[in-house]
């Protein structure tokens, strides 16, 4: 299993980014797929997913009207379109694939999809900064 992401940089507030999550190794089409970041002296953090197999989204509650994830079964991508951008939003971005049994929980109400515990596989990482 492989996941690469890209597409992180640096930006002035109030600026656009779009990250891209590369995945390859899995069953793509039937999986969960994350969006986590870790800012500077905090905790990893859930910041969105998405089900591949029926497109449902889950949004942390903070970043939900700015913050846009989506994914592109052929090409086996995951993206997350940044809006609006804080320099709060400063930190490392990580797609992550759901364990296999993730899809179930979250289609029958259970799981915790911003959990890391719940996923599986990770990538490297991909810096985004919000400069002031």
């Known amino acids: 299993v492989q996941l690469q992401a890209s597409g992180g940089g640096v930006v002035q507030t109030g600026g656009s980014l779009r990250l891209s999550c590369t995945a390859s190794g899995f069953t793509f089409g039937v999986s969960v797929v994350g969006w986590f970041r870790r800012a500077p002296g905090k905790e990893r953090e859930g910041v969105a997913c998405i089900s591949i197999s029926d497109g449902t989204t889950y949004y942390a509650d903070s970043l939900k009207g700015r913050f846009t994830i989506s994914g592109e079964n052929a090409k086996k991508k995951v993206y997350l379109q940044m809006n609006n951008l804080k320099p709060e939003d400063t930190a490392v971005y990580y797609c992550?694939?759901?364990?296999?049994?993730?899809?179930?929980?979250?289609?029958?109400?259970?799981?915790?999809?911003?959990?890391?515990?719940?996923?599986?596989?990770w990538g490297q990482g991909t810096q985004v900064t919000v400069s002031s």
């Open positions: 992550a694939v759901g364990s296999p049994i993730l899809p179930l929980k979250l289609r029958r109400g259970g799981g915790r999809w911003s959990e890391s515990s719940e996923y599986a596989y």
